[in-house]
């Protein structure tokens, strides 16, 4: 996995969807794609989809929504000309009742005729930015996922969604924490800015070395740790809800769309935020 993934990170977005929708590569998207913006999932019937919008729409940094399909189409039309939300994504968490029971790689056999499909936009999104101006990203260099924690930050409820916000931390070096927060801030459907820097426990997160989602990166001196909000936090909700079916991506296992990491409102219909068209 590791001599694929390292040549994927030369490769087009149309070789490494391909090779995401036969199985090939199963694992994080940290790195791949560059240049497009990369989203979380969360999958759901019909019934909790309101709620679940209202819910983005009062949490926006953890929850930037970057598309949402039609009842019952797996086609993520607005995000590209052929994008299969069945088999498009490298790993898949499916949740019953509120309780992670199967990790998936291909959700066909799941697919039901209510569901509805939230994209969210990702961090990982403004990583090749960070890349582009010599900021070192730890977990891109050495092929691991990119560290994540449950936040004491509490997100705004809204029907049965709700708990904390889920972050996703980097070690800055700490002469460049304000050029990090001003190249991530120019990517609002990416999270956008930091939501805090420096010590964790002032955001409730009592151990680095023991990340909830990812794996841990270690310290390096005068570097500090920097967190961006994090497009799990609906996982968090998902749980808190109790959904009799909802399913997500794996975190840090993302889908990759057409669209330019560039864009502000992705709309495929208009052409202009699709890179090469």
Not at 25 to 38: D, K
Not at 254 to 262: A, F, G, H, K, N
Request: aromatic share 10%.
């Amino acid at each position: 996995m590791n001599a694929l993934y390292r040549q994927l990170k030369k490769s087009n977005l149309a070789a490494v969807r391909a090779a995401i929708r036969v199985g090939q590569y199963r694992s994080h998207t940290a790195g791949l794609g560059q240049g497009y913006l990369q989203a979380n999932l969360a999958i759901m019937p019909e019934v909790f989809a309101l709620d679940f919008m209202r819910f983005c729409q009062r949490n926006p940094k953890p929850c930037p929504l970057s598309a949402v399909s039609d009842t019952g189409n797996p086609m993520m039309f607005t995000l590209g000309a052929d994008i299969d939300i069945r088999t498009d994504v490298p790993t898949y968490n499916v949740y019953r009742d509120g309780i992670l029971t199967e990790t998936v790689n291909d959700i066909s056999s799941f697919w039901q005729n209510d569901l509805v499909v939230f994209a969210l936009g990702c961090s990982f999104t403004f990583e090749n930015a960070l890349q582009q101006a010599g900021i070192p990203l730890w977990h891109i260099d050495n092929n691991k996922t990119v560290p994540m924690f449950r936040s004491g930050i509490e997100t705004e409820p809204a029907g049965p969604f709700s708990g904390e916000m889920v972050v996703s931390m980097r070690f800055v070096p700490e002469d460049r924490i304000t050029e990090v927060a001003e190249i991530s801030r120019r990517y609002p459907l990416a999270h956008g800015a930091p939501v805090h820097w420096g010590d964790p426990a002032e955001i409730g997160i009592t151990d680095l070395n023991a990340p909830d989602w990812g794996d841990a990166a270690p310290q390096v001196d005068r570097h500090v740790p920097v967190f961006w909000a994090c497009g799990v936090t609906p996982q968090v909700a998902i749980e808190q809800a109790g959904l009799p079916l909802c399913i997500t991506h794996k975190p840090g296992h993302m889908l990759i769309s057409d669209v330019s990491e560039y864009a502000e409102v992705p709309n495929y219909q208009t052409d202009k935020h699709f890179k090469g068209e």
